[in-house]
C-alpha cells in the first residue's frame, strides 16, 4: 500500500520522470496490488493533487482514471484479439443504437419489453454466442409452457380439475381419480377438448396457469411482491401433476436440456426437489429412482450431442418445512452424495426467503455433514430479498458462515460489506438472475439492479435465468441481454461477455480437470462465434 501511494506522491509532486511515464508506472502498480485494492486512497489523493492544483484538472490525469475504473470492471482485463476487437466494434455500435431508444428495455418491465428484445440484432447476436453454463436454473420451469401443453396434456389418461381460487390440477391416472379436496370434480381432457369448438382457448387458459407471463399490464396483474409469489407457487402446483408423471418427467428433462442446448449453453447444474414420481396406475418411486434417472437422461443426451458436456444435480428442500424434517432430508442428502458423488453436486434450500425459515433457523440441521467429516457442497439461495435489517436479510452471512459453494440472487449483498468482502476473498460467485429479479419486484429498472455495482468492480458472479419458463424467457440469452445491456451500459463490452461465460465454468461445481476440458470445447465454439460474427 505505502508502495502504491510512494508512486502516486511522486507523480503529484512533480519528481524528475515525465507525467505520462509516471501514470503508467502508477497504473502498473496498481494492477499489481489490485488484491490490496487501494483504489479510495488513489482517488483521494488525486482529487487532493486537484483541489490543490490549477482550476482545470490535467486532462491525462482524468484519462488515468477512466481507464482505471474501466480496468476493475468485468472483462476490464481481458485482451481481446484482432478478430474480437472488431466484433466488438460492432456490438457497441449496436448498443450505442439500443441505448438511444426512447424504449429501452431495461428500464421496462420484461414482460413489456420481450418482443422488443426479441428483435435486437443484440440479441441476435447473444444468441448465438456460446454462453458456458446455466449454474441456476430450477427443475420444473425449463421448459417452454406451449410444449408443456402441446406434449404433455394432449396425452391419454390426463384428467384436469380447477379449484376454488381458479387455479388447475393435474393428474394421470388409468382409473378415475379420487376427488381433491377444494378442487372442481375431475374432467377428462381428451374429452373435454372433443366437446369444445374452439381448443385453443382452453390450451391459452391451461397455459395462463403454468407460467407468470402475461400480455396484460404486469405491474396491475402483480401489485406486490405477495401477489407474484403466491401466483409462482400455484404455477408450481399445477406443473407438479404433469410433470412428475414418471413418462412425461423424462421427457420434459430431455427437453430442457434442449432448450438450453439450443441457446448455446453447454453446462447446466439444475436444481431439483427430487419429487416423487408416479405411474399411470398409483405407483410411486423414491428419490434414488429420480435421481438416477435425471443422471440417465443426461447421459443420453450427451450420447446425441457430443459438444454438450452435461449436467449436474443439486438437491434441494423447500424452506417452509421444519427442523425435524431439514434433519431428516440432511441424512437422505448425505447418502445421495455417496452414492453419486460425481452427478450430484450438493444441497440448497428454496422458496420464498421472505416468507420461509432463515438458514440460521436449521443450523443444527446444516451443521450434521461437518459435524460428521462429510462434504456436501452447499449452494445457498441468499438475499433474494429487500427486508433490510430482518433475520431473512442475515441469510447472505449464515450462507458464507456455512461455507457456500456459490450465492443464489444474492441481491441484498451491497447492503452487507462484510458477506461482499467474503464472498469476493473467498470466490464465492452471486448467481445473478435479472428478469427473475424483477419479475418479482426487488426491483424496477434493471439499470439500478446491484449487480451493475458488481460488475463495475469484477465481483465473482454468473449470469443465470433462474425460472425461464415462469417468466417466458428460454436458456440464458434474454438474461445476458439484462445484464449486457442494463448493468454495463456502454462500458461493458465483448471482454465483458467472455469474462461472464468463463465465470460460468471457473465457478462451476465441477473438478479443476473437468473445468479445463469444459473450457478448451467453449473457447473453440467461442472462436468459432467471433470469426463468424466478426465484420
Not at 438511444?100 to 428484445?117: E, T, Y
Not at 426437489?273 to 434417472?293: A, F, I
Not at 434474454?478 to 463490452?493: K, L, N, Q
Request: net charge neutral.
Amino acid at each position: 500500500m505505502e508502495e502504491v501511494q510512494g508512486s502516486l506522491q511522486g507523480l503529484l509532486l512533480g519528481n524528475s520522470l515525465s507525467l505520462t511515464t509516471s501514470v503508467f508506472l502508477y497504473q502498473k502498480r496498481m494492477a499489481e496490488k489490485r488484491s490490496q485494492r487501494p483504489h479510495v486512497a488513489v482517488v483521494c489523493l488525486l482529487l487532493c493533487y486537484l483541489s490543490m492544483g490549477s482550476s482545470i484538472p490535467d486532462p491525462r490525469l482524468r484519462q488515468a482514471l477512466i481507464q482505471q475504473e474501466a480496468s476493475m470492471q468485468t472483462g476490464g482485463q481481458t485482451v481481446l484479439t484482432e478478430a474480437e476487437q472488431k466484433l466488438n466494434a460492432r456490438v457497441l455500435k449496436l448498443k450505442q443504437e439500443e441505448m438511444a431508444r426512447p424504449d429501452f428495455p431495461p428500464a421496462l418491465h420484461f414482460f413489456k419489453a420481450r418482443s422488443i428484445i426479441s428483435n435486437s440484432p443484440i440479441f441476435s447476436l447473444l444468441q448465438k454466442m456460446p454462453k458456458g453454463g446455466a449454474l441456476h436454473v430450477h427443475d420444473f420451469s425449463m421448459v417452454d409452457v406451449e410444449w408443456v401443453v402441446k406434449n404433455v396434456t394432449y396425452r391419454p389418461y390426463c384428467y384436469m380439475c380447477v379449484t376454488d381460487k381458479r387455479s388447475m390440477r393435474f393428474l394421470f391416472s388409468s382409473q378415475w381419480p379420487k376427488p381433491l379436496p377444494h378442487c372442481s370434480p375431475w374432467t377428462l381432457l381428451e374429452n373435454l377438448r372433443a366437446k369444445m369448438v374452439n381448443i385453443t382457448d382452453l390450451d391459452n387458459s391451461i397455459m395462463g396457469n403454468l407460467t407468470l407471463f402475461t400480455d396484460k399490464q404486469p405491474e396491475e396483474v402483480y401489485p406486490s411482491q405477495d401477489v407474484v409469489w403466491e401466483k409462482l407457487e400455484d404455477a408450481f402446483q399445477a406443473l407438479l401433476g404433469l410433470l412428475t408423471y414418471a413418462p412425461v418427467f423424462r421427457d420434459y428433462y430431455y427437453q430442457g436440456l434442449t432448450e438450453f442446448y439450443a441457446d448455446n449453453v453447454m453446462y447446466l447444474e439444475l436444481r431439483v426437489l427430487l419429487s416423487e414420481m408416479y405411474e399411470l396406475d398409483g405407483s410411486t418411486h423414491d428419490r434414488v429412482w429420480t435421481l438416477k434417472t435425471y443422471q440417465e437422461v443426461s447421459k443420453q443426451f450427451v450420447a446425441d450431442h457430443p459438444d454438450f458436456f452435461g449436467a449436474r444435480i443439486i438437491f434441494t428442500i423447500h424452506r417452509r418445512v421444519n427442523r425435524s424434517v431439514m434433519a431428516g432430508v440432511m441424512e437422505e442428502a448425505m447418502l445421495l452424495q455417496r452414492d453419486f458423488p460425481d452427478f450430484m453436486a450438493g444441497f440448497d434450500l428454496v422458496g420464498r426467503e421472505d416468507s420461509g425459515r432463515s438458514l440460521w433457523y436449521f443450523r443444527e440441521a446444516l451443521s450434521l455433514p461437518a459435524d460428521r467429516g462429510i462434504t456436501l457442497p452447499f449452494f445457498f439461495h441468499a438475499g433474494e430479498t429487500n427486508l433490510e435489517g430482518t433475520e431473512v436479510d442475515q441469510n447472505m452471512l449464515d450462507a458464507l458462515l456455512f461455507n457456500t459453494s456459490r450465492i443464489g440472487h444474492g441481491f441484498a449483498l451491497l447492503r452487507h460489506p462484510v458477506a461482499k468482502d467474503l464472498s469476493r476473498k473467498r470466490g464465492v460467485a452471486v448467481e445473478v438472475c435479472p428478469i427473475s429479479n424483477q419479475v418479482m419486484k426487488l426491483v424496477t429498472d434493471l439499470r439500478n439492479h446491484p449487480a451493475a455495482v458488481l460488475m463495475s468492480e469484477n465481483h465473482p458472479l454468473v449470469i443465470s435465468s433462474d425460472d425461464p419458463a415462469m417468466f417466458g424467457t428460454s436458456g440464458l440469452s434474454y438474461d445476458f441481454y439484462e445484464a449486457f445491456v442494463g448493468f454495463g451500459g456502454m462500458r461493458s463490452h465483448l471482454g465483458s461477455l467472455k469474462e461472464l461465460a468463463i465465470n460460468s465454468i471457473r465457478y462451476s461445481s465441477l473438478s479443476p480437470v473437468q473445468q479445463d476440458k469444459v473450457l478448451t470445447m467453449w473457447k473453440a465454439r467461442w472462436n468459432k462465434f467471433v470469426s463468424e460474427n466478426a465484420f
